[in-house]
Nanobody
Framework: QVQLVESGGGLVQPGGSLRLSCAAS????????IGWFRQAPGKEREGVSC????????YYADSVKGRFTISRTNAKNTVYLQMNSLKPEDTAVYYC?????????????????WGQGTQVTVSS
């Protein structure tokens, strides 16, 4: 069974850091591009970052550029999202998603498999 499981969310003060993990089971991530998305209360889900399946190319939403870093460890079948300098407006449920092949981006339409999400709350 294909499954993505996010972890690493929690409550953090403004300016703090968290590292989210997206672990795959039932398939290997080697040939999949991965995206991180988030959905804040009352807002639509938005793309945060994504990483290619092959050459490690990454993309970031303007709102997180310079603060978030996406990376992957295929040996561990896991993708990470390192989030630094967190702001209250980063509060959301964060999801990872996977798509096979080379067509990917920050739009939900690219992705076939989704995790259940992990809550990130930035508050003092």
């Amino acid at each position: 069974q294909v499954q993505l499981v996010e972890s690493g969310g929690g409550l953090v003060q403004p300016g703090g850091s968290l590292r989210l993990s997206c672990a795959a089971s039932g398939f290997t991530l080697d040939y999949y591009a991965i995206g991180w998305f988030r959905q804040a209360p009352g807002k639509e889900r938005e793309g945060v970052s994504c990483i290619s399946s092959s050459d490690g190319m990454t993309y970031y939403a303007d709102s997180v550029k310079g603060r978030f870093t996406i990376s992957r460890t295929n040996a561990k079948n896991t993708v990470y999202l390192q989030m630094n300098s967190l702001k209250p407006e980063d509060t959301a449920v964060y999801y990872c998603a996977a798509t096979y092949g080379t067509a990917y981006g920050l739009g939900e339409i690219f992705y076939d498999y989704w995790g259940q999400g992990t809550q990130v709350t930035v508050s003092s």
